[in-house]
């Protein structure tokens, strides 16, 4: 049976989730004994709950049980590169890599998501960057979900065993990031020298995985029970200070609501790690299943964002009117979209719970009218954040992932050049951005109409061209009417009342590109971007220059040029005097009181 629509997700009864024996329920099948579901809060009691990357160890360190299954030949059949595995109740799997997932027989818990037997697979990538996922066999919720399927060879697993899993070998591209980004050679380096992933048996102690806290279910179930009770969608809020599990926690009542309807909306308000677009933006998107990781998302294939605008910065600190105007456009358009599909919303915020960021968290939480908010931090912090958004009904406080004693091989900012490098070769690392040919646009007749630099107090209109060339810029489609004026020293097109012109209810952010170079004799701009031009020749296009900073390997081809001298817009020697550094300009300075 197929998975219900929104609609009627939202109106069923508590009681209708929990599916009633029949006399015509398979064999094997017991459907939600009480039995079952206190071995399965045991076995979530006795766990490891942190979120954070697994990494290979030293040598010599002491190994774990990863894995809560011993494959053999009872329960283990390999079908040429894939493999199907036959799971008993309280057994989970733990691989490393990228596989397509199927259930061929029962349920499974995966990041959050429960998944009965159907044909669909699932695109896994379980990577060192982040916590590996695990798969659980668990017991089944609803029997009309279940629809199995027998591979021949695998007959026999479905009379002994209570769930049964196919995984297939699969890439997605990442693999190969090391042959334009060599620090991140080790990223989807497997000891196997054969196929795309490998089994977990054992590990080191440091192995971390995706195994959500049993509060973290808690806080997920009395959501789902609350839109039986309200007439409308839940909106939710996720916060709390940086490294305390918002992302995580999002991803995973992403995937636990999505098990129970068709569809949660997602606003990416956190700058510094957005989950479906590059850092700097801000998102609205109507989410499926999130299996993947920030770097996986294709751009040439994401369906899922529905509106995006840029920021250009990690951090709303020196643009606070402006990341306000962006939320509140983007929450605007979800109530739009509830009147096509009503769905839940769920909002991550940025890391920042204190001063300003306690200020813009109070007003966010006001524009949108909140019904829940889900707090991860210290209890302290969970006593301001109450008082701060005691207008809020419903507050809840489960544990969180932070961990200050263990560090990830991969920072913050490595993660986001990951992005990033990931975004604009749209996963396919075969060339360098240096070999590919450029898109040239006209910037008088058609194409761009204009250009616009954020915070540009104290540049001087004759170095606006210095400001493009081998940068990142946002392409943001904006009305026809706009009004543009040409600079006299450079002849380059520059926009006319931004605040007009980029208003968020008129314009959006189609995605990024980079400028390669500005070639003036013939009023084009050269542009590398992964978005599907023949899409924006009836669009009235503007290439805003913000903060963020071009990755090191999108410029430098480590393999034609031995030193970064050898490149443009490269030098190796240091900079000193005036002009050496970035100036920035601070917005967010208030008169006291």
Not at 112 to 123: D, L, V
Request: charged share 20%; hydrophobic share 35%; glycine share 6%.
């Amino acid at each position: 049976m197929k998975r219900k629509s929104a609609v009627s997700a939202l109106e069923r009864t508590n009681s209708s989730r929990k599916a009633q024996k029949s006399d015509s329920e398979p064999p094997g099948y017991e459907v939600n004994s009480e039995v079952e579901e206190n071995e399965e809060l045991s076995f979530m009691e006795g766990e490891e709950h942190f979120d954070f990357p697994a990494t290979n160890g030293e040598e010599g360190e002491n190994l774990i049980k990863i894995s809560k299954f011993e494959p053999n030949d009872k329960n283990t059949v390999s079908l040429g590169s894939d493999v199907v595995y036959g799971m008993k109740k309280g057994e989970t799997i733990v691989c490393r890599g990228q596989y397509k997932l199927s259930v061929l027989k029962g349920a499974i818990r995966l990041m959050g998501a429960t998944i009965h037997a159907h044909p669909e697979r699932y695109h896994i990538h379980a990577l060192p960057s982040h916590s590996l996922p695990v798969i659980e066999c668990i017991q089944v919720e609803n029997l009309d979900l279940v629809e199995e399927t027998v591979i021949p060879g695998t007959e026999h697993l479905f009379d002994e065993y209570r769930a049964i899993v196919r995984l297939e070998p699969v890439n997605c591209g990442i693999e190969s990031v090391a042959e334009v980004a060599p620090v991140f050679k080790n990223l989807a380096n497997l000891s196997a020298p054969m196929g795309t992933f490998e089994l977990l048996t054992k590990g080191p102690e440091t192995t971390r995985l995706f195994t959500p806290f049993k509060t973290w279910y808690d806080t997920a179930y009395k959501l789902l029970a609350a839109m039986d009770d309200s007439d409308k969608p839940p909106v939710m809020m996720v916060t709390g200070p940086k490294s305390s599990g918002k992302s995580t926690f999002s991803r995973f009542l992403n995937n636990f609501l999505n098990s129970k309807i068709d569809g949660v909306y997602y606003l990416e308000l956190d700058p510094g790690q957005p989950e479906y677009c590059i850092p700097g933006t801000l998102s609205l998107s109507l989410t499926s299943f999130n299996f993947g990781l920030p770097y996986t998302h294709n751009p040439r294939d994401n369906k899922a964002v529905i509106k995006a605008h840029a920021l250009g910065d990690l951090s709303p600190k020196d643009q606070p009117e402006l990341y306000l105007s962006f939320a509140n456009d983007l929450l605007r358009v979800y109530q739009t979209q509830l009147t096509i599909k009503p769905a839940p919303l769920i909002i991550n915020t940025p890391g920042w719970a204190r001063g300003l960021g306690l200020d813009l968290t109070v007003q966010i939480a006001s524009d949108s009218q909140l019904s829940h908010v889900v707090y991860l931090g210290s209890h302290e912090g969970q006593d301001t954040m109450r008082q701060a958004l005691s207008a809020v009904p419903s507050f809840f406080t489960p544990e969180n992932a932070l961990v200050q004693s263990w560090t990830s091989k991969y920072s913050s900012p490595d993660l986001r050049t990951l992005q990033t490098i990931s975004y604009f070769h749209s996963l396919n690392f075969n060339k360098h951005l240096t070999e590919i040919s450029p898109y040239s646009v006209s910037y008088v007749s058609s194409g761009v109409k204009g250009l616009h630099v954020q915070q540009d107090e104290g540049i001087l209109p004759e170095d606006m061209d210095i400001c493009f060339n081998g940068t990142i810029v946002h392409v943001v489609e904006v009305e026809e009417n706009v009004h543009v004026e040409t600079n006299e020293s450079t002849d380059l097109p520059l926009l006319k009342s931004p605040q007009v012109a980029l208003d968020p209810a008129t314009s959006k952010c189609l995605g990024y590109a980079i400028v390669q170079s500005l070639d003036k004799e013939n009023q084009q701009i050269r542009l590398l971007t992964p978005i599907d031009v023949s899409g924006l020749k009836k669009k009235t296009l503007i290439l805003v220059r913000g903060r963020l900073q071009i990755p090191l390997w999108t410029l430098w081809n480590h393999k034609a040029a031995k030193t970064p001298s050898n490149a443009p817009y490269l030098s190796k020697s240091g900079t000193v005097g005036a002009g050496s550094t970035t100036q920035k300009v601070r917005r967010n300075i208030q008169r006291g009181n």
